[in-house]
């Protein structure tokens, strides 16, 4: 094959660079379909470096693609996580601390040294063809040839070295701008959300009559899920910290008394930790998880103890009362 320009070969640098920025963007909800597709445009990039060689340096051809066959054996670590390949139960924790390890560092190094001699390997190949076209030359042409071969191919070294030390350059300002953004966008957004206190249990007997009863189960499902349709979707999106401070009301919290649940929707969510008759919690401080023999939160419209509408979330204890 005959090896494309140089500058086709920083095209194709680009293209895919992009192209992981493009998904690792906006498809930040699907990353099991995100990193697969990385790891395709990570083999597509591989198989490209392999075949055409394009830069002249074996060390730049070398570093092409070892980076393009680290990249896609990373991108393919969390579709196995996801599919439970890499979970507890099959992988201790310092296995998958070696694995990462050996992903992350030695891998890409004995890439680099395999891609390295590949490279050279194949550059020797066009030197012998080199050398087979010039045997009929004289000496003195070959000499001439041969520094006009060395000042091109230095040239040419140095413009691809200088283009990826640029790009190189330019993606970790980036980076390091898109990450100070991220940093304090998330005092921002902390700043900016909606604090929803803890709901009384008679906030739903509160809204009657004025709200239809058909609609009361929607609103307190609102106030006590800010926005979510079940617990299980309401600790997938949001993450939980002792609400241990003042608020702006002057109410002091207690260490270990009330959560705070910060949403992805923008929603802070407090959730006042209550005991049933026998002492027992529902589930430990900040845990998404219920404690053994207490029910999933469902909406209730009448206590079925006492007969009394009272329009709320509640678990059911083991012993079969609802908290």
Not at 138 to 159: A, F, N, P, Q
Not at 164 to 176: P, Y
Request: with cysteine; glycine share 4%; hydrophobic share 45%.
């Amino acid at each position: 094959m005959t090896p494309p320009c140089v500058s086709g070969a920083q095209v194709v640098f680009i293209l895919a660079k992009l192209a992981i920025v493009v998904l690792a963007t906006y498809m930040v909800d699907v990353p099991v379909a995100a990193c697969v597709l990385i790891a395709v445009i990570a083999f597509v990039s591989l198989v490209y470096y392999a075949a055409f060689r394009p830069f002249v340096d074996p060390k730049t051809n070398a570093l092409a693609m070892a980076t393009s066959f680290a990249l896609a054996i990373n991108a393919c670590v969390v579709p196995a996580a996801d599919n439970g390949s890499l979970n507890k139960d099959r992988v201790s924790v310092s296995q998958f601390a070696g694995l990462w390890i050996f992903i992350t560092f030695f891998l890409p190094v004995l890439a680099y040294a395999c891609t390295w001699w590949y490279a050279n390997k194949e550059l020797a190949k066009w030197r012998d063809y080199t050398d087979t076209v010039e045997s009929g030359f004289s000496v003195d042409r070959i000499k001439e040839l041969s520094l006009v071969h060395r000042s091109v191919d230095e040239k040419l070294g140095t413009i691809t070295r200088s283009a990826v030390f640029v790009a190189v350059r330019a993606m970790c300002v980036c980076g390091f701008i898109v990450t100070a953004l991220i940093f304090f966008a998330q005092f921002r957004q902390i700043e900016l959300s909606s604090v929803v206190g803890p709901t009384p249990d008679t906030f739903g007997t509160s809204l009657l009559p004025s709200t239809p009863e058909c609609e009361i189960e929607e609103l307190v499902l609102k106030s006590e899920l800010v926005g979510y349709s079940s617990w299980e979707q309401f600790t997938k999106s949001c993450c939980c910290a002792d609400r241990e401070n003042e608020n702006s009301h002057g109410e002091l919290f207690s260490k270990g008394e009330t959560e705070m649940w910060t949403c992805i929707n923008g929603y802070q969510k407090e959730r006042d930790r209550v005991a049933s008759q026998s002492g027992a919690l529902a589930r430990d401080f900040c845990s998404p998880i219920f404690n053994a023999g207490f029910s999933q939160p469902f909406f209730v419209t009448t206590d079925p103890d006492t007969g009394v509408d009272t329009f709320q979330l509640v678990v059911r204890t083991p012993d079969g009362s609802l908290l």
